[in-house]
C-alpha cells in the first residue's frame, strides 16, 4: 500500500529532523530560535502537504520551506533591536588580529545566497542539482555561487593566518 505525501513528509521530518534544527541553528545562532523556524517550517509544510505535486521532490521541497522560515526569522531579529543593545555605551572589543578566523566565522562574512549553497552542499551533503532545486536556481548559477564563495572563504581564512 502507497503512502500518501504527508505520511511521508511526517516520516522524513521524524527522520530528519536534527539536520533541520542544525541548519536553521546555523541561520539563526539561537537554540529557541531555531527550534521555532523548525517547528514552523513543519506546520507550514504539513497544511501545504497536498500543494506537493511530485514526491521525490520532497526533501528539496521541505528544505525550501525551511531556508524560507530561516530568513523570515532572520528579517524579523535584524528589525528588532534589544533593549540591552541600546544601553551599552562601550563598543565590543575587536577580534584580537592573531585570532585566527574558523570556517564557521569565516562563512558569516558571505552574502546570504553564498552562505546557503556552501552550507547545503557540505553541511547538508546535497548534490548540485538539490540545491539548485531548493533554492529555485539556475543550476549553473548554483555553481558559480559555491566557487565564488569557497573562493572567498579561503582568502578570508588565508589573510588571518
Known amino acids: ?11 522524513y521530518i521524524v527522520a530528519h529532523q536534527e539536520e533541520f534544527y542544525r541548519l536553521a541553528y546555523s541561520y539563526v545562532k539561537n537554540r529557541d530560535a531555531a ?10 509544510a504539513l497544511a501545504k502537504s497536498d500543494t506537493l505535486r511530485r514526491p521525490e521532490y520532497l526533501k528539496t521541497w521541505f528544505y525550501r520551506i525551511l531556508l524560507n ?7 524579523r531579529a535584524k528589525r528588532l533591536v534589544p533593549l540591552e543593545d541600546t ?12 585570532e585566527r578566523l574558523d570556517l564557521y566565522d569565516a562563512i558569516e562574512h558571505l552574502d ?10 557540505f553541511f547538508e551533503d546535497m548534490k548540485l542539482e538539490e540545491i539548485a ?3 529555485n536556481t539556475n543550476l549553473n548559477t ?4 559555491l566557487y ?8 578570508l581564512t588565508e589573510e588571518e593566518c
Open 87 to 98: 544601553l551599552l555605551e562601550t563598543p565590543a572589543p575587536a577580534r584580537d588580529p592573531g
Open 133 to 135: 532545486r531548493v533554492t
Open 1 to 11: 500500500m502507497e503512502q500518501t505525501v504527508r505520511q511521508q513528509l511526517s516520516d
Open 148 to 155: 565564488k564563495s569557497l573562493r572567498r572563504l579561503r582568502e
Open 35 to 44: 527550534l521555532d523556524v523548525v517547528q514552523e517550517s513543519i506546520v507550514k
Open 142 to 145: 548554483v555553481k558559480s555561487r
Open 112 to 121: 546570504w545566497k553564498e552562505q546557503t549553497v556552501v552550507r547545503l552542499r
Open 69 to 75: 522560515e530561516s530568513m523570515n526569522h532572520h528579517r
